[in-house]
C-alpha cells in the first residue's frame, strides 16, 4: 500500500505523541491525519515543511524511497526572501559547501507561485520592503534541513518549503492535510 499524504506546517513527522518541550501543548502528528494501520513514512519531512510524505506498508519500498543510495528525485517549491538572479542560483547548480558536506549539483529554476497553493496557518513572515521570489528545486540527496540551508548559504533564506515530488509520486490534487490511497 501507498498512501500520499499533504503534510500540513507544524505536524510532526511521527505517529507517537509529540513531546512538547517548556510546558507548551505538544503539535499534531500523523496520527491526527492518517488512521490506516501499519503503515510508517518513508523518510522525513521537517515540521516547519509542508507537501508530499510517503507512507507504505511496504519495508522494501520505503528503503528504496528514503535511503539515499537509491537517488530519486526531491522536487521542492521554496519560496526565499529576496530576488535571486541566475549568477545567484550558480553555487546551488554546481554544489554548496555547507561545512558538514557539499551539496551535489542541484537543478534549479525560477518559477511562479505554484498554482491553486493553499494557504499556510500561520502565513509566513513577508516585509513590505523585501520581495520573495519562488524557486523549483531538485535535489537526490534530501540531508538534514538541506534546501533550507543551501538557499541561506547563497543568501536568500527561505520563507516556506513545499516538497511536491519523490521520484515519479507527485503532490496533485491532494488538499492540504489530505492523503490519498494508490
Known amino acids: ?8 506546517f507544524n ?3 511521527q505517529f507517537s505523541p509529540h513531546d ?3 510546558g507548551k501543548p505538544g503539535l499534531p502528528t500523523l496520527k491526527d491525519f492518517i488512521a490506516i494501520p501499519n503503515v510508517y ?3 522525513r519531512l521537517d515540521t516547519d515543511s509542508e507537501g508530499l510524505l510517503i507512507l507504505t506498508d511496504d519495508g ?5 524511497l528514503s535511503h539515499p543510495k537509491h537517488k530519486e528525485i526531491k522536487t521542492y517549491w521554496a519560496q526565499v526572501e529576496g530576488a535571486p538572479g541566475d549568477d545567484d542560483l550558480k553555487p546551488l547548480r554546481t554544489g554548496v559547501d555547507l561545512g558538514d558536506f557539499v551539496t551535489q549539483p542541484a537543478l534549479v529554476r525560477i518559477i511562479q507561485e505554484p498554482h491553486g497553493l493553499w494557504l499556510r496557518a500561520p502565513p509566513i ?3 513590505k520592503a523585501i520581495p520573495t521570489t ?6 537526490v540527496e534530501g540531508k538534514n534541513r538541506q534546501v533550507r540551508r543551501m538557499t541561506a548559504k547563497i543568501g536568500f533564506p527561505t520563507l516556506r518549503l513545499i516538497r511536491y515530488a519523490i521520484g515519479s509520486y507527485k503532490l496533485e490534487n491532494i488538499a492540504i ?4 490511497i494508490l
Not at 500500500?1 to 500540513?8: D, T, W
Not at 492535510?177 to 490519498?180: E, K, L, R, S, V
Request: some cysteine.
Open 60 to 64: 522494501a519500498l520505503q528503503h528504496k
Open 41 to 43: 513514512a518513508a523518510g
Open 1 to 8: 500500500m501507498i498512501v500520499l499524504f499533504n503534510k500540513p
Open 134 to 139: 519562488w524557486l523549483e528545486i531538485k535535489i
Open 20 to 22: 512538547p518541550k517548556n
Open 11 to 13: 505536524v510532526v513527522c
Open 125 to 127: 513572515r513577508e516585509r
Open 177 to 180: 492535510g489530505n492523503y490519498q
